[in-house]
């Protein structure tokens, strides 16, 4: 079986990129305290399709780079069907001369 975390995409801003932010309890093991620890992981998003805030699974893939070497599942088919558009953007026309 295959490893896998579960959290929520805080940032997509770069390229390709997401961090995903995972929150796992802890128990202290002489006081048996429950503790929160939250770890934040880069991810392979491609097309950047995964939104913010969305719940996702990252799963262990090659290394991509430096620090990222896991790829995200989505776990809603809604999320993983986001359409892209293919309409070139227009140029906003300027007039010569105008400050």
Not at 24 to 31: E, L, N, S, V
Not at 39 to 49: I, T
Not at 53 to 64: F, L, M, N, S
């Amino acid at each position: 079986m295959q490893k896998y975390l579960t959290g929520v995409v805080v940032t997509n801003t770069a390229k390709d990129t997401a961090v995903v932010e995972v929150v796992t309890w802890k128990t202290h093991r002489i006081f048996k305290k429950r503790y929160k620890r939250t770890g934040r992981y880069l991810v392979h998003n491609p097309g950047n399709l995964i939104e913010v805030g969305a719940k996702v699974e990252i799963i262990p893939t090659r290394p991509i780079s430096k620090r990222k070497f896991w790829r995200i599942q989505p776990l809603s088919e809604k999320i993983a069907t986001k359409k892209v558009s293919t309409r070139k953007p227009t140029k906003l026309a300027t007039k010569k001369g105008s400050k």
